[in-house]
């Protein structure tokens, strides 16, 4: 079906639903509970008859009994806006199997299940560069289940690459869905400016927010030793390193404590945070972890 | 503190060489990542465009310079004034004798002893000062006095081991005499203690030190080897072999006899441990040539596996009787086996052509030049008698003496002798209460036996005695049949009557310029090594066997004590008992240090 993901992953992940905690306050109308009232069949209260009500949403029986009139009220179905910030920076182009592409994948598969369940997908690729900005308003809005092939073309034909301020490309985002729903972010979170700033600011937007940080195994596990200047991929800073087999396990504990700290701010905001190896099988990702992480079920 | 040689304070000169390489900065392989942030503990730097960069803390320059000033400071050889004590005089005995050619240790006895020997140099210091004796059949001096290790190691790496029998002796006493009235003196003897000579010796206060080398083993050795005539079967000769066996196993092996080339006889040999067994081999007389006897066993010590023995000449013995008229003494000299006899009433000749001339009661007008037998002369050359003594009762005799060889004095009884004084080298051989009755010496290569009294005045013709006693006299006054000696003795022999220079070829194929005394006799005392000796004076040669042909060498169980006289013991040290010095040790920690420095320095790039 796509290269992106195996169709047998595909099935699967047909039978997920995405879990939202909260109602949608999305204005257009879906298949999720919003905590506005309108037409369903999901019954929500009474109200008493104010003159000019529709007279066909009056409930006779009660008129029978009491003798009042009582509008009889439904809930409203909206659909969830599913926004999926997707790191593209060239940071996510490093690694044997690049954390970029893993990233499209799982934002092709949370697409992919958003789609399924009726809800509205954006994915948005931060920094944008400018031969992908008509890529990136395809990504935008995309809706139902038949649009999902455009869906994961569109996502397949993104590029890593620049320099991004992470912070401000959230905060940018947060602004421009102002209707909270649901967010992914897919990064390596390795932004020297921080990411809290950018992560709160969803955050105040009530997003629900998944973090998925994704590290290639050069990055947990480097094999370059010795006297070593290390470049940035993104500013081209060069640094002077010695480094020997036996700081290793500094180092690794210098990225645990990384991610540890990720993780520690996001549980205390009520985010939830997944940590991938991009060479790690996706579907022990998308299948188990974000299971049983909450992300859909 | 000073310093012997300041000049090499200029090495601190390499000092800010050492400290530019680190201000010099190290190239550096680029590696893209794709964020620093990671990295961030583990950066050393900021980047700088300049090749140089700021010196920092570093361990490594630290140790380095610390090293070099070290070595520096080592290199100005620093010393502190102070009052140096006076250094010991050490008196180093090295046994170079046969045994210590066995294999028993590895290399050899020899080999270990100098090892041990080689340690005792090192350990020694700068004040003390030492002497290297080598002490094999003789005693030699072959490091005078010195502080110097160099000249004592040189000397030490050129001693071989000798063929000779131990003689630690002559050794010991010249230790004695060297460290006498010396405060710090120490003796230290590196042997295996088969010497067995020292029961004579009285420790008294030398410091001797024992270092005993070897262990023993299992050695079957040649102890005697000669060549007599074949005492049943006149046109054969006979070789007498033993073989020794030193060790506590019961050994076997085969022996076989050589003459030249051509192989004698091979026999098995069994020898109980700790036991000889004779051999006796019989060869017809031939030409002249040397026997060669082999053992063929692979032993700890192969010295003695060997031994040689010339051939006999076919040649009689001629003797000259001047006598007026005694059965006795005539009828016992041609009893004697190939010895031809001439009898005379008087010596016409001081020279006659004969190998030794009996005077029996005759005083020639000119003594005769060669070797004599007198009997009852009234006056020699060499003393005067000063009177007659009646009925001389014989009290002692030596039979140790090859003269008096299984001769018996217990029955013989003498009416009346001459009494004399006799000069330093004759030495008495049968002795009454007042004077010496048989007397025998050698002077100037001239041999004499003088018997005092007439034998027709005693019973001594009637005894078995003295007819022994008369064939033992022609062959002691027959030097020139004696080809064989043992190493280490001297090897004289009369070669003529003038000066001759002489060119002896040793065993191992050198040879030796010398020549013979006045009077014609040749002595050659460098018989160290075992084997065929030839003398080439003239036209003529002549050869010689030196054989070792000794029971204390061949057994090798190396002692672990040695008795000195009646009461001293010294007990074997097993190890060198020095005071070492220590800088080594500290060079090698430094050169551990230095290397442990270079791993460091990979650990952390590696």
């Not at chain 2, 220079?501 to 310029?513: H, K, Y």
Request: with cysteine; net charge neutral.
């Amino acid at each position: 079906m796509t290269a992106l993901i195996s169709p047998e992953l595909l099935n699967r992940l047909e039978q997920l639903q995405l879990l939202a905690r909260r109602r949608s306050k999305s204005t257009a109308k879906g298949e999720r509970r919003s905590g506005a009232q309108g037409q369903s069949v999901e019954f929500a209260d009474y109200r008493n008859y104010v003159p000019g009500d529709d007279l066909r949403r009056i409930d006779w029986n009660i008129y029978g009994r009491l003798d009042r009139l009582f509008l009889k009220l439904y809930e409203e179905e909206r659909e969830l806006p599913v926004t999926i910030f997707l790191d593209a920076s060239e940071s996510m182009s490093f690694g044997q199997m690049p954390k970029f592409d893993f990233g499209r994948q799982v934002a092709a598969a949370v697409g992919y299940v958003a789609l399924c369940g009726f809800d509205r997908v954006t994915v948005e690729p931060f920094p944008l560069g400018d031969d992908q900005a008509a890529l990136a308003g395809e990504l935008r809005w995309v809706r139902g289940r038949r649009s999902s092939f455009r869906f994961f073309e569109n996502l397949a034909r993104l590029k890593a690459g620049g320099v991004v301020d992470f912070n401000q490309a959230l905060r940018r985002g947060a602004m421009k869905h102002r209707s909270p729903g649901v967010s992914i972010v897919l990064s390596d979170f390795l932004d020297p400016a921080g990411y809290e700033e950018g992560l709160k600011s969803l955050a105040h937007r009530g997003s629900e927010i998944h973090a998925v940080q994704i590290l290639s195994p050069e990055e947990l596990e480097p094999t370059a030793y010795g006297d070593l200047k290390v470049i940035d991929s993104e500013s081209g800073a060069e640094q002077e390193v010695t480094f020997g087999k036996y700081r290793l396990k500094a180092y690794r504990d210098t990225v645990q404590n990384y991610c540890q700290r990720l993780q520690e701010f996001c549980r205390a905001r009520g985010m939830r945070y997944e940590l991938a190896r991009s060479d790690m099988v996706i579907d022990d990702l998308l299948l188990k972890a974000m299971r049983t992480g909450g992300m859909w079920r | 503190m000073n310093f012997l040689t300041p000049e090499s304070l200029a090495f601190a000169a390499t000092l800010p060489v050492v400290v530019i390489f680190y201000l010099l900065k190290r190239r550096r392989v680029a590696r893209l990542v794709s964020s620093t942030i990671l990295w961030q503990r583990f950066l050393n730097e900021t980047q700088a465009s300049s090749p140089f960069q700021k010196l920092r803390h570093n361990w490594l320059l630290i140790i380095q310079l610390i090293l070099l000033v070290l070595a520096v400071f080592a290199l100005t050889r620093p010393y502190f004034a102070g009052k140096l004590e006076g250094g010991r005089f050490i008196v180093a005995i090295l046994d170079v004798s046969a045994s210590m050619q066995a294999t028993d240790v590895s290399p050899s006895r020899l080999g270990q002893a100098k090892a041990a020997l080689a340690k005792l140099i090192d350990s020694m210091y700068d004040n003390d000062r030492m002497v290297l004796l080598l002490a094999g059949a003789v005693t030699e001096v072959r490091q005078s006095p010195t502080s110097s290790k160099p000249a004592l190691r040189s000397a030490l790496g050129q001693v071989r081991a000798t063929d000779s029998p131990t003689r630690l002796l002559d050794a010991i006493k010249l230790a004695q005499n060297l460290t006498r009235n010396r405060v710090k003196a120490e003796v230290h003897l590196f042997s295996d203690g088969a010497s067995p000579d020292l029961d004579d010796f009285e420790l008294q206060d030398l410091d001797l030190a024992y270092h005993r080398v070897g262990e023993g083993g299992d050695n079957l050795g040649i102890v005697s080897l000669e060549v007599r005539p074949h005492p049943e079967q006149p046109g054969q000769q006979a070789v007498f072999a033993t073989v020794a066996n030193a060790s506590t196993n019961p050994l076997v092996s085969d022996v076989s006899l050589f003459f030249g080339e051509r192989l004698v006889g091979n026999r098995r040999v069994s020898v109980s441990a700790t036991n000889t067994a004779s051999l006796v081999f019989v060869a017809s007389y031939g030409t002249n040539g040397v026997f060669r006897l082999l053992l063929k066993n692979n032993d700890a010590l192969a010295v003695d596996n060997t031994a040689t023995a010339l051939s006999l000449a076919r040649r009689d013995t001629q003797a000259l009787l001047v006598t007026k008229g005694n059965q006795f003494l005539e009828r016992a000299l041609r009893s004697v086996p190939k010895l031809n006899l001439a009898v005379a009433p008087n010596l016409a000749d001081p020279a006659p052509p004969v190998d030794f001339v009996v005077l029996d009661g005759v005083a020639p007008t000119t003594w005769p030049s060669g070797n004599v037998l007198a009997i009852h002369t009234q006056s020699t050359n060499w003393f005067r008698p000063s009177g007659p003594i009646d009925g001389p009762l014989i009290v002692d005799w030596k039979s140790s003496h090859p003269l008096l060889r299984y001769v018996n004095f217990d029955n013989v009884q003498v009416a009346k002798s001459l009494a004399a004084k006799l000069p330093a080298w004759f030495a008495p051989l049968v002795e009454s209460p007042s004077a010496p009755l048989v007397a025998a010496g050698e002077n100037d290569g001239q041999r004499a036996v003088w018997i005092g009294f007439n034998p027709l005045d005693s019973t001594w013709p009637l005894r078995v005695s003295f007819p022994i006693f008369v064939a033992n006299a022609a062959a002691w006054l027959n030097p020139a049949a004696r080809t064989g000696i043992l190493v280490g003795e001297p090897f004289h022999v009369r070669l003529g009557n003038t000066e001759t220079p002489v060119t002896i070829q040793l065993p191992d194929g050198s040879t030796r310029e010398t020549k013979t005394t006045a009077s014609g006799e040749l002595v050659f005392g460098e018989t160290g090594q075992q084997g065929v000796y030839t003398a080439s004076f003239g036209t003529n040669t002549l050869r010689f066997c030196v054989n070792l042909l000794d029971r204390d060498e061949s057994r090798i169980r190396s002692r672990e004590s040695l008795q000195m006289g009646e009461y001293g013991t010294v007990e074997a040290s097993v190890a060198v008992s020095a005071d070492k010095e220590a800088w080594r040790w500290f060079a090698m920690l430094c050169l551990v240090f230095v290397l442990f420095e270079w791993w460091f320095y990979h650990r952390r790039t590696a």
